[in-house]
C-alpha cells in the first residue's frame, strides 16, 4: 500500500501548498487536517470504536465513531465520507454530515510521533445498526453503540480505556443534552 500525502498547513490552519507522507508529517511535527465524525442514533446511542492493537498511536483504546486524515488534495467533507466508508462501510450522502466547527490540537505520543492536527468536527444522524456497518478490522477491533446518559458516565468517571477529547466531550454535551438527557 502507498503511503498517504497529506497537505501541509501553517499554524493558522492555511494550506502552505505542500504535501509530505504520512510518516513525515508525524516524524517533524507538520500541522495537517483530519476529520472527526461522531455517530448518534435517533435513541441517543453515541457509537464508538476500539482500536486495534497494531494502531501506531492509542491501540485497544475507544476512540470516536469513525476519524481519519485528510489526503493531500482531498476537501474535508470529502475525507469524512471517505472515512466513513473505509472505516465502517458507510455510504453517506454529503448532507447528511453536520459540520460543527474546526478544533487545533496538538499532541506528541513519541519523540519521533507528533500530531498537529485540525481536526474538523462533523455529527452523523442515523438509524444504521451495527449490522449494517462492516468495519476495517486491520483498524478497528471492534464498534457498539452507548446510550448517551453511559458515554457521559465514562466521560465523567474518565474510564481508563477511554480516549480523552475533552473539547469535543464538550460540545457533544452542548449540543445533545436538551435532546437526550443531562
Known amino acids: 500500500m502507498n503511503e498517504e500525502y497529506f497537505d501541509i498547513l501553517d ?3 492555511n494550506k502552505t501548498g505542500r504535501s509530505k507522507p504520512r510518516s513525515e508529517v508525524h516524524r517533524v511535527g507538520d500541522w495537517h487536517k483530519a476529520a472527526h465524525i461522531w455517530i448518534i442514533n435517533s435513541a441517543g446511542d453515541i457509537l464508538l470504536q476500539r482500536r486495534c492493537d ?8 475507544l476512540d ?3 476519524a481519519g486524515h ?3 488534495g482531498e476537501d474535508s467533507r470529502t475525507g469524512a465520507l471517505r472515512e466513513l466508508k473505509e472505516e465502517l462501510d458507510l455510504d453517506v450522502r454529503p448532507e447528511e454530515l453536520q459540520f460543527i466547527k474546526t478544533l487545533k490540537c496538538s499532541s506528541k505520543y513519541s519523540d519521533t510521533f507528533l500530531n498537529n492536527e485540525f481536526d474538523d468536527l462533523y455529527i452523523l444522524r442515523t438509524d444504521k445498526t451495527v449490522d449494517d456497518m462492516k ?3 486491520e483498524e ?3 464498534i457498539f453503540y452507548v446510550p448517551y446518559r453511559a458515554f457521559k458516565r465514562m466521560v465523567r468517571n474518565n474510564q481508563s480505556d477511554l480516549l480523552r477529547h475533552d473539547e ?3 460540545i457533544l454535551f452542548s449540543l445533545f443534552d436538551d435532546e437526550f438527557g443531562k
Not at 497494531?54 to 483504546?61: A, F, G, R, T
Open 11 to 13: 499554524e493558522n490552519g
Open 54 to 61: 497494531n494502531k501506531d498511536s492509542h491501540p485497544n483504546m
Open 64 to 66: 470516536i465513531s469513525c
Open 70 to 72: 485528510i489526503s493531500a
Open 135 to 137: 468495519y476495517r478490522e
Open 140 to 142: 478497528i477491533s471492534e
Open 168 to 170: 469535543e466531550f464538550g
